[in-house]
């Protein structure tokens, strides 16, 4: 095996040799961090200062270098060297933009350069180049669940990108709830009318594809693997099991109306009253003609009712709005107009949503004389005259109006599986003997879409209101089950072209999942990252934190309960290796050691320089661009300050704090994602976890005889460059007034 050499390569250009002593870090990277290879260029992410650094690698025998130069998230291109381990020193953003200009900061900036070439060389020397996790079983066959809109448009986006694509429908035949339309919300241009659905052609396209195979009729028994080797059984009506291997799955299983049975108040189970799935039904039977009751009589008057049972505040009903009702209600209303332009038509408000050219089809419903009323209906009476009674918002007086149908816009229930908070007491509650819940583990395995095998559930993760997990705001199509993508009116509320859009979305997510499956890498966020956990099973105590700690089940137990990684499913976050109270987790590129390496390379002044040193763990997803950001905009903050970005907060594990305190260090930041319900963490919980370790370090901090305040965690944005710069400078003055470190000279 060749032996490792480590090179370091500093660059001076951008103002950095203008200002900084080039030379000084050259004898900090030669003489104390002991680099075989020490270079300096004037421009070094040239083509001539990267072709200096390939050719020490391709013929000195570099191994491991560190770049001195610019953010680790600039010139990511220029600074690709796939063959060696390559750590990064922020001299740019980090030093340079930062600190203030003028003498007598000089000396401070110095340091601070100084102390980067040392992390930045120290971090080197822990890693090491990942080879990559490549499965010889690896498919890039894509399993798309549910024959609706949206499942049909992720297998016809996979499928003509080249890509197999399994289509399971449980029903006899594709379309979803979309083939019971008579037309749909105008999509495009002039947007005036309804529109054909276009279902049935897509239908066909589905079915003559070459590269779709269709199963009807069809559920799944099992779903067992990870991203690329997915062991899917297929179970038809017919009792027959078929078995595919597949890549990554989309699971698009669309929505159920909200029953109408459940709003009694509104009339829901009367005569005459119908939901909107129930007037698409009487308008496919008028086949273009006078469109009739259930009874035959001939709708001359019809009241569309919004917001039925949605945005419930009582918790009897929906409280959320579905989105597409306001502008099927325009859809329906348009119906009448056409049919005869006589009818009386209302559509009764409290706020109408048409978003995107909705407005325009508004407006042309309103010129066929369509009368659009702003008011609150508080109950409905069905019958051979329907009444309905309600509050006029204009007027602020109470009103009823008859008519011979009245049309609720009830709202979207997805159809997303188990509830795992349900499923996960249920088995519980089993396993403790309760014969009752064993009846209810059947009733929900029944329930369940997936049926994965994940030590989690059978399904993946929910929301509160039961719709499938995604990364709501930041990557709408990601899921904690990696290499599974959510799409459509199952992942929220939405009409047809945006879940086409939806589904377009999820489906090309999936196709990066089995290509980096089968390159070894990982999913996204890191979609270039070769690295894969391990752990030191020797040291390890069978804790299970890590399994449980895992956002995205990548872990399970083996048969002596040892974790077992599942490096296809893993993210890598570091959630793990933050969570181990043994430190044994680690990645080839990124561990325990190269975190703590950093932290002592630091040069710690003494308790008579009156120079604090503050440690900065910053999360690469959105703390620390926004330290970069800072620094771009020549925002500028306290060089008493140390920042090494990591992986997730989730990754930090407590020995980094402790260690630092230590060592000499009078403070650490912890910067990280907001947590909570509408969480920014890539990583979903590690965040939410990092903080919650923070929350018991208090009393390591008294064992030390340091004060509470010497640790603190902040929820940053990618967006709070100068928020940022502010934090820092105030916690910088807070440590100044508090005093040094008393733990100073005892590192």
């Known amino acids: 095996m060749a032996e490792n ?19 000084a870090l050259e004898k900090v990277a030669q003489k104390e961090m002991k680099m075989s290879v020490v270079k300096s260029h004037p421009f070094l992410c040239s083509d001539e200062g990267v072709a200096m650094i390939k050719h020490d690698i391709a013929h000195e025998g570099v191994t491991h270098l560190c770049i001195a130069a610019c953010s680790r998230r600039a010139k990511t291109e220029a600074f690709h060297f796939p063959s060696a381990a390559v750590s990064r020193a922020n001299l740019r953003e980090g030093v340079l933009w930062v600190v203030a200009e003028g003498s007598e ?52 986006a996979a499928a003509d990108a080249g890509y197999e694509v399994v289509l399971v429908e449980k029903t006899g035949e594709l379309g979803g709830f979309a083939k019971s339309l008579v037309k749909r919300v105008p999509f495009a241009a002039p947007y005036a009318d309804p529109q054909p659905t276009g279902i049935e052609e897509m239908v066909a396209r589905v079915r ?137 038509t ?54 009823t109006i008859e008519a011979d149908l009245v049309v609720l816009a009830t709202g979207q229930v997805p159809v997303a599986g188990v509830n795992l908070d349900e499923w996960t007491a249920t088995v519980t509650a089993a396993e403790s003997g309760d014969e009752t819940a064993k009846g209810k583990v059947s009733e929900l395995k029944n329930i369940s879409v997936l049926k994965l095998n994940y030590r989690q559930g059978p399904d993946m993760p929910q929301f509160k209101y039961g719709f499938a997990d995604s990364h709501f705001i930041c990557f709408p199509y990601e899921t904690r089950r990696t290499g599974i993508y959510a799409c459509g009116p199952m992942r929220r509320p939405m009409d047809m072209f945006q879940a086409q859009e939806d589904a377009t979305g999820a489906a090309l997510k999936a196709i990066q999942a089995v290509e980096n499956a089968a390159l070894g890498r990982a999913a996204h966020p890191r979609a270039w990252d070769l690295s894969f956990p391990s752990a030191r099973l020797e040291g390890c105590t069978q804790c299970k934190r890590c399994t449980v700690e895992c956002p995205f089940g990548a872990i399970d137990e083996d048969e002596k309960r040892f974790p077992k990684f599942n490096e296809e499913r893993c993210r890598r976050c570091g959630t793990c290796m933050g969570a181990c109270p043994v430190r044994v987790i680690s990645f080839e590129n990124y561990s325990v050691d190269t975190v703590g390496s950093q932290i002592k390379a630091v040069n710690i002044p003494d308790e008579f320089e009156e120079k604090p040193r503050i440690l900065i763990l910053a999360c690469e997803n959105d703390a620390y661009p926004a330290l970069d950001m800072a620094g771009i905009q020549r925002l500028t903050y306290s060089a008493y300050v140390r920042a090494i970005p990591v992986r997730c907060l989730g990754s930090v594990n407590t020995i980094w704090v402790t260690d630092a305190l230590n060592s000499g260090y009078d403070g650490v930041m912890l910067m990280g994602c907001k947590k909570g319900e509408d969480y920014q ?11 919650y370790r923070m929350s018991k370090i208090d009393d390591t901090l008294k064992q030390l005889g340091l004060e509470p305040e010497r640790v603190q965690s902040y929820e940053i944005a990618i967006t709070d460059n100068a928020r940022v710069a502010k934090l820092i400078n105030d916690y910088v003055a807070q440590i100044q007034e508090m005093g040094l470190s008393p733990m100073k000279g005892f590192g």
């Open 681 to 691: 963490c890539h990583f979903v919980k590690g965040s939410e976890m990092a903080f």
């Open 208 to 344: 003559a594809h070459a590269k779709i195979k269709v199963y009807v009729n069809a559920t799944l028994a099992e779903t067992s693997g990870a991203p690329g080797r997915f062991a899917v059984k297929i179970a038809t009506e017919s009792g027959s099991l078929s078995e595919e291997l597949c890549g990554a799955i989309v699971q698009a299983t669309g929505f159920t109306p909200y029953p109408i049975e459940k709003l009694p108040e509104l009339g829901g189970g009367q005569p005459n009253v119908v939901d909107q799935a129930g007037l698409e039904a009487l308008v496919r039977q008028a086949a273009g003609g006078t469109i009739r009751r259930a009874d035959g009589k001939e709708v001359k008057s019809v009241v569309f009712v919004q917001c039925a049972g949605q945005r419930d505040a009582t918790g009897q009903h929906l409280p959320y709005c579905s989105g597409h009702c306001c502008a099927t209600s325009i859809k329906q209303a348009i119906y009448f107009k056409d049919a005869n332009p006589e009818v009386d």
């Open 346 to 399: 209302v559509v009764m408000y409290q706020d109408l949503r048409v978003p995107g050219m909705g407005e325009d089809f508004y407006r042309s419903a309103q010129k066929r004389g369509v009368i659009f009323t702003k008011g609150k209906a508080s109950q409905v009476k069905g019958g051979d005259v329907c009444q309905v009674t309600f509050k006029d918002l204009i007027l602020d007086e109470e009103n």
């Open 5 to 23: 050499k480590f090179a370091a390569y500093i660059c001076s250009g951008c103002g950095l040799g203008d200002t900084l002593d080039i030379g």
């Open 105 to 156: 900061h000089d000396e401070v900036r110095q340091e601070m350069a100084e102390d980067y070439v040392r992390m930045g060389c120290a971090e080197v020397k822990k890693m090491k180049v990942p080879a990559g996790n490549v499965k010889e079983s690896s498919s890039k066959k894509i399993l798309v669940v549910g024959g609706g809109v949206s499942g049909m448009t992720a297998a016809l």
